[in-house]
Each structure stands twice: as C-alpha cells, then as structure tokens.
C-alpha cells in the first residue's frame, strides 16, 4: 500500500514539474545556449523505453556542457528524474547530476537555487524527497548517487523545523546492508565537511563502530571520519566502555586508529598509519604507548634489542654480540600483564614498522617524522626504530627514514650504538642513499668524541669505496666538524698525526682521505681558538693552500672580510662621471678584488660577483666612450660593437643569473642596458647606413626609454644624477628633433651622465651549476655506430637555481659547430637541500661517422624570458600593455664546459 | 544442531616437544585428515601415526574423505607415502602446487638415509613415493575446490616456509580453518592473510604461544653485520644450515646485502638437494614476499648473483668468503668437513641459524667448549667465532591472536604444544576475544556443538508480494514478518504462498470464520441501526470497501455485520458479527468503532 501511495505522491509531483516547465520556455530561450537543453528535453521526451533514454542520457554526458547552459539541463533532468521509474536510468541521471554540480563556473547551489526557483512552493521539500525518495530504492547504485549528490549539495544553512538535517538522513545510511552505500555515506559526510559543514559529535560513535566493519572500503573512509572528527571536537570527553573513566576524544580517537594499524587489509593500515600522524593534539602519554612493546620468551619477560643495546651503552661496555644467549629471558613474566593484542595505541608503530607491506612501513616513519617533529620527548623514542628502519629491505623505506631523520635532527642526539647503525649505511651501493645519509650527517648532533671518530672512519672508507662521493663527503665533514668543536678537540693531534717530540712525514696534498681529515679540523677550529696550536708547519701550509682551491669547504681561520666588499663599494663611489680621471684603473683595481673576494667567501660570492659583473659594465661603457676613439674611422667601430654587445649579454646575466634581487637593482641593471643601447644608437649613426633604418631605431630607442620610466617610476628619485634623469628631461627635445640631432644629444648626455651607485640587496647570490659527471678526464672515446644514438650519463648539481625544471638545458656542441639544446625531463631534478638540485639525466648523442674520435663539449644554460619571470614584480603590468615588448628570450651559460671524447663509427653493411 | 569433532592423532609415547602433526576433523558427516606427519625421534612403528586407530579394520578409503597437507616439512607429510601405499587410501590428497613439488624431493632424501644408510626395511620405497604423489591434488591459492557435493576447501598463504597454506574447510554452513605456523608477525617471507570467514573452529599450533618475538628486522640486522665484520677483517664465516626454507631465506638476505653493499666476497652453497630446493624456488616466485617479487620484474632473485655453487676445493681458497653448507647442526657432512678446517683460526666465524639437538657438534660449540673430540682420538682446537641466530618462522602468540581477529572464529583449537603454554594463550585468547577454546590431548576428541543455519527455498512470487507490502526495502534493523506456508519434501524445504501449498499438496482450502455477537442497546429499529453503522463506518475508515447489501447486512472487507433486536425487549439489539480468520485485523478495528458508535 505505501508502495502505491508513493507512487501516486511521485506521479502527481512530475505533473507539477511539467506545468511549471511548460511556462517557462521563454526563460529557456533566454539562455544563450538553449540548443542543447532542449534537444536532451526533446531526446527524453522522445524516448519510448528506458533503454532508449538510457542511451541518449550516455551520449549527452560524453558531450561538454557550457555553464551557462547546465542550469536547465539540471531541470529538465530533475524532472525526468521523477517521471522515470527504472533505476538504471534513475542512477545515470542522479550521477549526472552530481557530475554537472561540479562544472566550473557553475555554483553547485545553483541546482538548488534552480529548484527553488522552478518548483516554488515544492522546493523545500525537493531536494529532500529526490533523495530521501529515492534514498530507498532498492539499488545500491542510485542509493549511493544519491548519497553523493546530498554531500555535494546538502545545505549547508540549519535545516529547517519540519526538515530532517542533512547528516541524520546520511547517517541513517551508516547502517545499510549494502557495504558500497555505507562507504558512499562516509564520503558525503566527509564532503560536508569539506564543504565547511560542522560535523555533530553524536556522528562519532556511529564511525567509531564501522572500523569493525567486515569491508576495507568502509574501515578505510571510516578512519577518515573518525580523523576529522577528533580535529573537531579534540577536547570533548568520551566514556571509556566497561570502566568509569573517561578520556579526551582526540585519544580515544588515536586509540582507535591506531587499532587499525594493525587491519587485516593493508590499504587500511597505510590509511590509518597517515592519518596518525596528522593527530598532534594527542596527549604524550598515548603517544608513547605506539612505540611500546614488550617480547616474552616462554613466559618469561624478554628484553628487546633496542634496550639490550641501551645497557650496553649505559654499561660503557662496547656493543660486542658476541655473547651467547646474551637475550636469554630475565625475569617471570605475570601472565595477566601481557597484552598479546595491541589494543588501543599500544605498539602501533611497533606494527607499522613490521608491516609486510612496505607501503605500511613508508606511511609509519612519515607518520613518526610528523608526530617526533612537534613533540621532542617521542622524538628521542622513536629514535631506535628509526635507525632501525635504516636497515629495511626496500630502498625507499630506507630513504624516506633517513630523510626523517634528518627533519627531526634538531631535537636529538644520536648515542654510539645508534650512530653506528646509521654509519653502517654510508656503504650503500645506492647513490641517493648514501648522499641522503652524508645530508643527514651534516645535521646530526653526536654525543661523544668516539662518535665523531667513528664517523670519520666511516666516510672515509666510504671515500675510498665509492670515490664519487667526494664533495659530498667532504661538504658533510664541514658541518661534522663545525657542529661538535669540542668534541673534535682531543682528536686533533691523532687525526693530523702529530707527535709532541718528533716531526712526523707530510701527508701527500692531493689525497682525498688527508683533505678530509683537514676539512673537518680546520671547521672545527673556526669555533675553537686553542686549535690551531696543536697544528704543525706544513697543516699551516696546506691551510693556505686548501683556503685557495677549496674556499667553499675551508673557512677563514682569523681575518674578518665582511666589511671589505662595502668599502670596495664605496670606494668606486667616488668616481662622478665616466669620463673621470684615473677612474678605470680604480675600477680594474675594484673588479680584481671583488672577484677574489667571491672565490674566497663562499656566502659573499653572490654579492661580490654581482658586483664585479656590474662594474665591469661600467668599465666597459667607459672605455668605448673614451675621446681619442671616436676619432678613428668607421671600420674600427666594430671594436666598439662588440663592447656593445658584451654589455648587453652582461645586463641579461645580472638580471637573471642572480637570485635576491630587488626592484632597485633591477632598475640599475635596466639602467645600463639603456646606456649600452645608446650607445648601440651612436654606433649605428656613425655607420650611416641610411637614414630609414636610423629613424626607425631612434624610435626604438625612445621607446625603450618610455618604458624604463613606465616601468620603474618608484625606483627614478634614486636615479639622480644618471643618464636617465638627464635623458628624461631632454625627452620633450628628443622627442622632436632629428635623428642626427638625437644622436647628437645622447653622446653627449652619456658622457656627461655619473657612475650609477649599487645599493646590495640583503640577500643575492649567484645561480651556479657544477658538471660532476662525466668528469672530461677520460681518454676512452665513447664509441657508437653513426645514425645511432648513444646516452650520455650527465650528473650536476646546481645552486639558487630558480624553478630549474624550466630554465635549466643542456647544451651538446659538437665539433663541426652544430650544437643541440636538450631539455631535461622535470623527473630528472632532485631536490637534496634547500636552494639546491641534482640533475642526473641522460642525454643522447648522434653524429654523422667521423674518421677519429674527437671532443664535445657538455654545458649547462640558464634560459630566460624577461617577460615570463615571475620574480619581477612589474611583469604583469607590462604584459598587459606591451605583449610583444621586451620579450628577450636566451640562454646563459652558467656552467664549465665540459668535454667529452666520443667516436662515432660507419655502420657495418 | 550438527556437531565438528577435532581429534589430534594419537602417537604412542610421543611427547609434548615438536613432531608429529595429524589431525582427524568430522565436519558435517564428513572425515577430513589434516596433515599426515611423522616423528623424527623414533626409528621404529612409532614413527608414523597409528592408521589402525580410525577404521579398525576397515579400508582408510572408505572411512576418509580427503586428506590435506598444509607445508612440505616432513612432520607434515612424512606418513604419507606409509599411509596411501602401505596402509592404504585410494582418497585424494590436496596440497599447494610448491608443496607437492619439494615433498617427493624430501621424502626420497629421507627415505635413502633411514633405508640406504640405515639399512632398514619395512620402509617405502622410492615408487611408493611416486604413486603416492599421483593421488596428489594441487590447490591453488584463493581457489575453492569442491572435493564432494557437500565439502570444498580453499587455501590460503600462511607464512612459514614456501608453500604453506592455511585451509579453510566447508560443509553447508560448517566450517573449520586449519592452519600451522603462520607467520603474520615477525616479517618474513610470505605474509599471512584470511577473509572475515568465521569459521566454527580455528585450529591453530601453539608452539611458539608463550613468545612474543622481537622485530625480525633486528636479527637480521644483527646477522648481516656479524659476516660483514668478519670479512671485512679477511676471515670466513660457515653458515651450516638444512636444505630448504631458511637457507633460501638466508641466501636471499646475504644476495641482497652484498648487492646493497656492493661487496665482492664470494658465497658459496653446498650443492646436491640445495640446488634442487632453489630451483623449486625460482619458479615458485610469486609464492615469496613483496620484496622478492617486486626484484622479479628485474630478474628472478632466486637467479643467485652472488652465490655460487661449491666446490670441495674451495675451502682452501684464500680470502674471504661467506659458505653455506648442509647439514645444519654440524654433526656430519659437508659442514662438518668445512668447520674441521676452519676452526683454527679465530678470523673466522660460524654462525649456526638454527637449534641444535644435544650431543651434535653444534651443540657443543654453542655451550662454549672450546676443545672437542674428534674421532680417531683427535682433538680440534675451536679458535673461531662461534654466533647462534634465531631465524625461526613459526608464529608466535601475537600472529595467533592476530590470525583470530582477522578471521573471527567461533571456537579456538589448539594443538601441537605443551600444556603450560598453551594454558596460557588460551587464557588470553577467552579473555580478548571471549569464544570457548579446546586444547585436546594427544588421542583425544574435542566435540564442538555448531548452530547450523537452515536453508529454505521461498518462491519469488511470494517474495515479491511480501517486499510490496511493507515499501521497497527491508529495514535491517527491524525483523518483518510474512505469511507464507512451510513445505518439508524429500529432504528440502520450501516457503509457498497459501494458496500454492494447497495445490501442491492437493487439499482443499477450508475457511475459518469467527462470529461474535454484542449486546447494544440502541432505542432505532434494527435497519436504521444498521444504516448508522453503515455511515459511520463509511465517514471513519476511508479506503476500505464497505457495502451495505440488500439482505441486511453491511460488509466491511470481510466482515459481516448484522444487527437483530430480542423479542422482549426492542431496545435490546443485539449486533451479530462474523470474520473470516484471514479478516482478523480489520475486525477489531471495526469493532471498536462501531462501539464507540453506540455508547455515544
């Protein structure tokens, strides 16, 4: 009987739909798109059997739908909805519904809004009888569409009196037979949620039952549920079952997800080990209980390896192994204690980390690095299964902990025993692991000078095995060495090999292992003045010698140089204009010493070489605007072109090669570009190669001028006394005079113009790139057949290298001078540190057959486009009004070439 | 109430320590045989279970409906042969595909060192072997095989060594899951994994049940880096192990360690039934854990890189190297051979993997004694490092209690361990998971009563008129009756409709009708009476049929009303009602209504 009653409510409801549709086709008409909601109408209409609307429901859902249209193809479908009485067709629509809610440009309320409008006095009841409705169909497909419709649009606003809420109607589905529409009425209320709705607290118990569910998909949208709800109501207190207690809810949640760590399927426990991280309001005291565990052997408390090792250390007696049942079991265990299935946090990660699945085992050390990273004291204990995880049969797992490791470095201290795990590692064949272990070296804080000895030793053999390592080993006995100063201080007269009495042999310069060794002394004695003492002649000597050829690893031992670039700076300041006496030597002098200053102090090198590059600019610019040469003839301007060029090639470098910058630097480089191409103009009017072409670049060059002061009209008050300033209010005479006149006044103002004054910015440094492999050193050319290809190993690593994935290319030139630019695929960057990648790629070389083998050559380029570099501020501003202008795009070599011998052979008949 | 009977398979005189395994199970009417092992201890008839004790003297293949083998050790399987040849059975024999390929290998092995070398008889022989694999049935992993009409058995992974399966075993809604050793905590190998199935008995060994171990991750670690000092230092380590299961573990672990560590030393593995064992390995690739099948898509990881085969002349070489050699507790063989010649120099190191039984050179070492005796009045001065590592794949408590959460049994069968421990994990597993546990004794029953759900076939026609009564779905939370007739016919039962019950059973239907009569008193004649009922009928239940017939009466549905007044008294009426048994609902509706009608 309700069955026919409902039927008859349905039936009498569509009739409605029709009439109201019926009035409104002028509406439909308005609409710019109107075609397609119609022919779907007409197409339903027509559709004799559900099969046949079916079928026209499909391919209307292949085709797009424009936004503006989508709000009466929603109708029409709402209303066949009702008329349709087979469920398939039911489903396709009620999905479709869902899809179309999502179309951009067109705000989900609108379907409600749409109905409300359509349907006047029946729509507060719409939204809620379609789905309630059909909410009871007996197909778990149109009850699970359903479910998601009403988390997309569910309302969001308090539900009116005679409504149900929107989370009791989806929570009366937590209970269906069916496990795809218990998941689906999970996800919509995870939706809700999403959607900025406050989830009931009474919704809590509800989810906390289906993590028992008998289905993965279930626990798993589950854990989801009972997550966000313990991010909303952390601090509410819930009961604990069979006991008077109660506890905070964001614990009893914890509890509970940590159960599922232990799942039966393992999508669930990689679910539920993510989310636990994420839960930091926990209280210390469960958050220690993941990392209990407790062995037994024949009822008898065993201790674990992890405490066994910890006596030892406590004990002072070295971690020998050697002792036969050294783990035999101590004391009785009481049988009541022992808890043999974790319940609640209890060894939650203790499980994670033994997952058979090693996706478990990666979602738990995130997890920890999560939780160990706010919380120090857990840091400190999960600390041994950490290192432990050092030693997990799957590559990645490994790298991922030692990745953690070092994120939660700050907070702890590595004991012996645990160092001398982790240094275990450094014998990976892998390279990223070992290099992911010497970065997590650099941040590592060690506990004694045995430590410190051990790990020397251990990078060491590790140099010698996998010599390719250098740099990196050495850059991690920097940081080993200025980390622990006083730990290194009683090692010193060892590790150099000194005697009190006698004079012991030099140590050859060039061996890797004595570099290293040096690397560290010398970082530790920055911080520890007595050091240097206990060093002998020839380490004074090799000081200085390494102070030169590897200043990046070496660091000044007493003199301070910090100020010296300011009063080189201030010293060029001096000069007024580019026609000064004396002032080129003065700049030479400048250039030199700025240059050496950015070889010797790594941190400065940015800004001595900005510097150094700026100046030399100038220098240029003032040499080719000397007297005497203007006198000589024609044919020798081309000197004086080239200079032109150079200055130009050197302004693109400052402004893209340099990262830091500010809109005041940008504006100085900008500044010279505009003198070098004034002087560009001068040239070219001495050349007099017609007047035409003359005109058109005097125009050019005007407006380059225009947009210089459009673009840098905040930066002008600082530009006084500059070419530009005097050029500006010469613009209204420029602009009207001729040409030659023009040229006329330019030379002139050029020459009369002072020398810009640099203000370093806070922060610049210079984007470098270093070729390590192939090293150019091989005599083995690289054989291949012509016509084929063959790969060629590339490693680098570059530094303040900005979005890399799109600027950086490699560039191959061959002999002949054909020369390829390859672009390296995004996956090939990786990211070691921050402001640093590694680019390992391979690029694939062909050549024609050549008769002996002969050298390429391997660089890197910066590529850049002035009107797509983000960094710079104004560029939006000139897209807008000058889209073609200004657009220079190049490439700026900004590494070493390398070269590489190859030899491509005839191919064989 | 149907009844599954566990009984562990008497051994004369075994003890308690590890041996024999043979479980008898009656499930559903059906005689399943789990495992059919044998005790190493004996050299006598006490070694294999005693067959006599099922039939009497009756055939095997009469009284057994199949037999299962759960993993290729020879406490599993060792009987086998001695039963379906000796003894008897014609009946199938189901293993996993691994399993019936390494068992013949170890039967055989066996066989040629009690009979060869031992010189018995009254022992099978090698065609025994092979007819016996004939009757072998493969299972595949996941996949039900129907043995009868009634019985079907599925498998799945368990842990423990290549091949191992836990089985769930079915009859109608019986059901029991047999496992052994599966190793879900401690990682290994293969992981262990069932359906949510809720079998009525889980039977489980307990073996390991008082020990929780530590994370397998931490012996190893341990392990890999005592042969790695020990190279490094230039000495030979000797790893004597037995041929299968640990020693592929083993091989696997050091083949990726020195691929990890990029080490050059040498390895070594005594040939002979080794190299049959990998071979078995290698193609039962998919039969191993994540990370030896993710290496697959590679190359097979059993496709050794860095072990070699060995050659006596070898253990001359020098320089380091890393030799794995049969058999595993040193007291005769290959490893011995290797270890007389090793002992003297303390760079070198033996590590024994597993236990030793007392009086073996191996048990000896692992005490401590530094000097032992060889024979021929030689002593043998032990200089080198002597290691003992536990590499044991049973489960322990843990993976049991986990194995109980996964699949939620009804009841808990313990077997295969000592009375003391197993108290105890039976302690927890009622306390946790609060079901009943049985720990039989050896030749005992344990009896458990299932609750068996009945079958009934219900016509659709009858289905569909219910479901349309009470809206389109059932609410579960709300139980729903129906009206319906229960058939029982040969041996099946059937819910019909009424009216289809009659015709198949060939009666009539009778009508039942009630009638009741009410005392009023009403001052109108009898039909003005009646027509006030009528109306008022008529105006309260809207929807229902109410006709008022000519003959005087008034019909509502199937009620008859009629009204008549006494003779004495005209005021007096009385209100004759009658219904049929099928109006019952309605009637008391009407009634009421009509009551209060009349006391306004």
């Known amino acids: ?260 760590v232990s799942d039966g399927s393992w999508m669930v426990r990689v679910q539920a080990a993510k989310t636990l991280g994420s839960m930091l309001q926990v209280s210390p005291h469960f958050l220690e209980q993941t990392l209990d565990k407790k062995l037994m052997s024949d009822l008898r408390r065993k201790r674990t390896a992890h405490e066994r090792a910890k006596e030892l250390f406590a004990s002072g007696e070295f971690s020998s192994g050697r002792k036969w049942a050294d783990d035999a079991p101590k004391e009785k265990l009481d049988t009541n204690t022992v808890n043999l299935i974790a319940s609640g946090a209890c060894g939650a990660f203790v499980h994670g980390l033994e997952d058979e699945m090693f996706e478990v085992r990666n979602a738990a050390v995130e997890a920890l690095c999560q939780l160990a990273r706010s919380s120090p004291s857990f840091a400190e204990k999960c600390l041994d299964f950490l290192v432990d995880m050092f030693n997990d049969e799957i590559e990645e797992v490994r790298l991922q902990s030692i990745h953690v490791l070092r994120q939660i470095s700050t907070h702890i201290t590595l004991r012996e025993d645990q160092l001398d795990t982790v240094l275990a590692v450094l014998e990976d064949s892998s390279r990223d692991i070992r290099e992911a272990l010497h970065e997590l070296l650099c941040f590592t804080n060690v506990s004694t000078k045995e430590c410190i000895q051990l790990a020397l030793l251990e990078l060491l053999k590790n140099l010698n095995k996998y010599p390719t390592d250098r740099s990196s080993v050495w850059k991690c006995l920097k940081f080993l060495g200025s980390r622990h100063p006083t730990l290194v201080l009683p090692l010193v007269p060892e590790l150099l090999s000194t005697h009190p009495y006698f004079d012991t042999p030099e140590p050859d310069m060039d061996d890797p292992a004595y570099i290293a060794v040096l690397v560290l002394v010398f970082n530790a004695a920055t911080s520890c003045p007595t050091m240097p003492a206990l060093f002998s002649d020839h380490t004074f000597r090799h000081y200085a010698y390494l102070r030169d050829s590897l200043s990046h690893l070496v660091p000044p031992l007493r003199v301070r140089t910090d100020l010296f670039l300011q009063q080189s700076l201030n010293r060029v300041s001096t000069i007024q204009n580019l026609e000064a006496a004396g002032a080129p030597e003065l700049l030479d002098l400048t250039i030199r010493d700025l240059q050496r200053l950015g070889e010797l102090q790594t941190e400065l090198a940015g800004a001595a070489d900005f510097c150094a590059t700026f100046l030399r600019c100038q220098l240029l610019l003032m ?148 070729i390590i492999e192939p090293t150019g050193e091989s005599d083995n050319p690289l054989r291949f057949t012509s016509g084929l290809v063959v790969a060629l190993d590339i490693d680098a690593t570059l530094e303040h290298v900005q979005d890399p994935q799109n600027s950086v290319k490699v560039q191959v030139l061959y002999p002949d001078g054909q020369s390829h630019v390859i672009h390296p695929k995004p996956a090939d960057f990786r990211k070691p540190g921050p402001n640093r990648h590694r680019l390992i790629t391979q690029v694939y070389l062909s050549h024609t057959a050549w008769t002996e083998p002969s050298q390429i050559e391997v660089r890197l380029l910066l590529a850049y486009s002035s009107s797509c570099s983000s960094r710079l501020g104004w560029t939006d501003a000139m897209d807008s009004l000058h889209p073609a202008e200004g657009t220079v795009e190049g490439t700026i070599p900004f590494s070493k070439h390398v070269k590489v011998f190859i030899m491509p052979k005839p191919a064989r008949r | 109430i149907g009844k599954i009977t566990g009984c562990v398979f008497p051994l004369q005189g075994a003890g308690q320590d590890v041996g024999r395994s043979c479980i008898l199970v009656s499930i559903g009417g059906k005689n399943i045989m789990l495992d059919c092992g044998m005790h190493m201890g004996y050299n006598d008839d006490r070694r294999f279970p005693d067959f006599s004790y099922i039939t009497q003297n009756g055939r095997l293949t009469d009284f057994l409906d199949c037999v299962i083998i759960s993993h290729f050790h020879l406490d599993h399987c060792g009987a086998l042969p001695y039963m379906s040849e000796m003894v008897g059975y014609d009946g199938p024999i189901y293993m996993t595909h691994p399993t019936k390929a390494i068992c013949p290998i170890l039967l055989e092995d066996f066989r040629k060192i009690t009979v060869d070398k031992k010189g018995e008889t009254n022992f099978f022989t090698s065609q025994m072997i092979k007819d016996c694999m004939k009757k072998v049935v493969p299972l595949n992993l996941h996949q039900t095989v129907q043995v009868d009409d009634e019985l079907e058995i599925k498998a799945y992974y368990a842990g423990h060594v290549l091949g191992a399966a836990m089985v769930h075993i079915k009859v109608g809604s019986e059901s029991v899951v047999y496992t052994v050793s599966v190793n879900k905590y401690a990682k290994s190998h293969i992981s262990a994994w069932i359906d949510k199935c809720r079998p009525d008995i889980l039977i489980s060994e307990s073996t390991y049940a008082t020990t929780i171990r530590d994370s397998k991750r931490c012996r190893e670690r341990d392990f890999l880096k005592k042969v790695h000092e020990t190279i490094e230092r230039g000495g030979k380590v000797l790893i004597p192990v037995f041929a299968l299961g640990r020693a592929q573990e083993l091989c696997i672990l050091l083949e990726t360690f020195w691929e990890r560590m990029n080490l050059k030393a040498p390895i070594y593995f005594s040939t002979g039934l080794t190299e049959k064992a990998n071979h078995y390995y290698k193609l039962f690739i998919t039969w191993t854990n994540q990370k030896i099948r993710k290496t697959f898509v590679q190359r097979n990881m059993f496709e050794f890189k860095h072990i070699k085969a060995f050659d006596r002349s070898y253990a001359d070489n020098p320089g380091p190297m890393v030799v794995f050699a049969t058999p595993g507790m040193l007291h005769a063989g290959q490893s011995l051979q290797i270890f007389k010649k090793w002992a003297g120099n303390e760079k070198n190191m033996v590590i024994m993997p597993g236990y030793c039984v007392q009086g073996t050179i191996g048990h000896k070492i692992l005490n401590g004694q530094r000097k032992l005796e060889m024979e021929g009045r030689a002593t043998l001065d032990v200089k080198l490092q002597v290691e003992y590592m536990s590499f044991s794949a049973h489960a322990d408590a843990k993976g049991i209690m986990q194995l109980i959460r996964m699949a939620e049994p009804r009841n808990m069968l313990l077997v295969h361990g000592e009375a003391v421990k197993m108290e105890f994990l039976k302690g927890k597993i009622e306390q946790e998971f609060s079901i009943d546990c049985y720990m039989p004794a050896n030749g005992e029953t344990a009896t458990v009563t299932t609750n068996p759900s009945v079958p009934v076939d219900i016509s659709l026609n009858l289905l569909k008129r219910e479901m349309a009564l009470g809206g389109p779905l059932p609410d579960p939370k709300k139980p729903r009756t129906m009206h319906g007739t229960l058939i029982m016919k040969e041996n099946s039962l059937k819910l019909v409709s009424s009216e289809q019950a009659l015709k198949e059973l060939g009666l009539n239907e009778h009508q039942l009708r009630f009638t009741c009569r009410v005392q009023l008193q009403d001052p109108h004649s009898d039909p003005d009476t009646l027509h006030r009922i009528y109306t008022h009928l008529k105006s309260v239940l809207k929807g229902y049929t109410i006709q008022h017939l000519p003959d005087g009466t008034v019909m509502v549905e199937s009620i008859v009303i009629k009204v008549s007044s006494s003779a004495e008294d005209t005021n007096a009426k009385v209100l004759l009602l009658s219904w049929s048994y099928q109006g019952g609902e309605y009637f008391f509706t009407a009634l009421c209504i009509v009551k209060r009608l009349m006391y306004q």
Request: aromatic residues 6%; neutral net charge.
């Open chain 1, 1 to 260: 009987m309700a069955a026919h009653l409902k039927k008859r409510v349905y039936e009498e409801f569509s009739k409605v739909v029709q009439v109201t549709h019926e009035e409104a086709p002028a509406k439909k008409l308005r609409l710019s798109k109107p075609s397609k909601s119609a022919a779907l109408h007409v197409d339903l209409c027509k559709a004799s059997s559900s099969t046949d609307a079916l079928q026209y429901l499909l391919t209307f859902s292949r085709k797009p739908v424009e936004a503006e249209s989508v709000e009466g193809v929603v109708r029409i479908l709402l209303e066949h909805y009702y008329k349709e009485t087979d469920s398939s067709v039911r489903l396709k629509i009620a999905s479709l519904l869902g899809l179309l809610s999502k179309t951009p440009g067109f705000s989900p309320d609108c379907i409600v809004d749409d109905a409300i409008n359509t349907l006047s006095s029946e729509s507060k009841k719409h939204l809620d009888s379609f789905t309630s409705g059909n909410l009871s169909d007996s197909s778990f497909g149109v009850r699970t569409k359903c479910l998601q419709l009403l988390g997309c649009l569910g309302l969001l606003e308090a539900p009116l009196a005679a409504m149900r809420d929107v989370q009791s109607i989806i929570s009366d589905y937590f209970g269906d037979q069916d496990p795809r529409v218990r998941t689906a009425a999970l996800k919509a209320m995870l939706q809700l949620h999403e959607r900025g709705m406050k989830i009931h607290q009474i919704i809590y118990d509800q989810a906390c039952r289906l993590l028992s569910d008998d289905y993965e998909q279930v626990r798993s949208a589950a854990v989801q549920m009972v997550w966000v709800l313990s991010q909303l109501y952390p601090e509410s207190i819930v009961p604990i079952p069979s006991s008077n207690e109660e506890i905070r809810l964001v614990d009893d949640a914890f509890g509970k997800i940590s159960h599922m």
């Open chain 1, 623 to 770: 040499k080719a605007l000397q007297e005497k040469l203007w006198n000589i003839s024609v044919p020798l301007i081309l000197k004086q072109n080239i200079t032109v060029t150079a200055v130009l090639d050197e302004s693109y470098k400052l402004e893209f090669l340099y990262s830091g910058l500010e809109n005041r630097q940008v504006a100085t480089i900008h500044h010279v570009r505009l003198q070098a191409k004034a002087l560009q103009l001068i040239l070219a009017a001495r050349t007099r190669h017609g007047l035409d072409s003359l005109i058109s670049s005097c125009e050019k060059f005007l407006q380059d001028v225009e947009s210089f002061q459009r673009l840098f009209l905040t930066e002008l008050p600082h530009l006084q006394d500059s070419f530009v300033e005097k050029l500006l209010e010469l613009l209204p005479r420029l602009s009207s005079c001729k040409p030659v006149e023009q040229v006329k006044i330019l030379q002139t103002t050029l020459r009369q113009s002072g020398l810009l004054q640099l203000r370093l910015p806070e922060q610049i440094h210079r984007a470098t790139a270093t």
